[in-house]
């Protein structure tokens, strides 16, 4: 995706300027009025679409009351605005120009965009990607670390005799990450873990103890604990970042389309040689990156122990 046009798309989701209170409908709630004039529950949705993401994890009984605090304040700024005249005038007449494109933009956005993009969309995209996934393996397995080859050894006799891993790993284990919980790593694959760990893991059969693994960090006994194909991550786990992908996707591609249609014409010099340059500079770029970067459900192995990895 060239970046002007990623820029654009970013910018489509941007939230609305703050606005006056809209006139009341039969069906819209009034939550508040200021000198007789009513905010509605449309307000406060148009309220939250602007600075609702400000506001965190705040409970919705106060955020609801923040809105309604923040729109009387806008109501109240607005009408000693009109008092003070600045109602008039080319520079109120320039601004709500601006503002009206910001809103029409917006509204073309929810209206169109977000419309063209749906949950079976999604689904689609994700069942096409899963088929093209290849099977991949993981492993369990739990591990000892000790500083020595001797000390592998013994542990490795204990073990023979009957001993039980996971004690001996929370006895002697070094490695703070996995001790706790008897040594065991979870599932991981191929890639997380250094060479020597990995190749032992995956050569072993379920259940099995490997002999003393040496790597950077010490000495191991592995214990494979199981083995399966990896399965992909749940559609529901991937949803929302899919839909997003799509959504700059289809904002992006109705930009270049919009953009095709417009005689554009940069009348400033010095922008025009910067917008010159930059495309000079993104013109090796434009062959890879015009896709938009579909979302796969593919999910990013996590981090594993520092004495594993």
């Known amino acids: 995706m060239r970046v002007s046009h990623l820029a654009l798309a970013l910018a489509l989701i941007g939230a609305l300027p703050a606005v006056l209170p809209a006139p009341a409908t039969a069906e819209d709630k ?64 320039s601004r709500l120009a601006y503002l009206k494109r910001r809103a029409l933009r917006e509204l073309y956005f929810d209206k169109v965009i977000k419309g063209a993009v749906s ?58 990450g996995s001790k706790d919980t008897g040594g065991d790593l979870g599932f991981f694959t191929r890639g997380q873990m ?60 109705t930009a270049v389309d919009l953009r095709s249609k417009a005689k554009i014409e940069y009348v400033d010099a010095d922008i025009k040689k910067a917008i010159e340059e930059r495309m000079k500079a993104m013109q090796p770029q434009q062959g890879g990156a015009a896709s938009g970067g579909e979302a796969k459900p593919e999910e990013k192995p996590a981090d594993k122990t520092e004495e594993t990895k």
């Open 30 to 93: 009034v939550v508040a009025t200021i000198n007789g004039k009513p905010i509605t529950d449309a307000d406060l949705a148009v309220a939250d679409s602007e600075i609702g993401s400000d506001m965190g994890s705040m409970p919705a009984d106060q955020k609801r009351m923040s809105l309604v605090e923040f729109l009387i304040d806008n109501q109240l700024f607005a009408e000693a605005a009109e008092e003070s005249k600045l109602d008039q005038g080319p520079d109120f007449e």
């Open 194 to 253: 250094v060479p020597q760990f990995e190749e032992a893991v995956f050569s072993m059969n379920k259940g099995d103890v490997s002999d003393p693994v040496q790597t950077q960090f010490g000495w191991h006994l592995i214990k494979l604990v199981d083995k399966r194909t990896k399965a992909p991550p749940a559609f529901e786990v991937v949803k929302d970042r899919i839909l997003q992908s799509m959504l700059l996707q289809k904002a992006s591609t």
């Open 119 to 176: 949950d079976a969309d999604a689904r689609k995209l994700y069942d096409e990607q899963v088929q093209k996934l290849k099977p991949e393996e993981e492993a369990q397995a739990s591990h000892i670390l000790v500083a020595t080859e001797a000390e592998a050894k013994d542990l490795r006799e204990k073990l023979k005799s009957g001993g039980d891993f996971a004690a001996l790993a929370k006895e002697h284990s070094k490695d703070p």
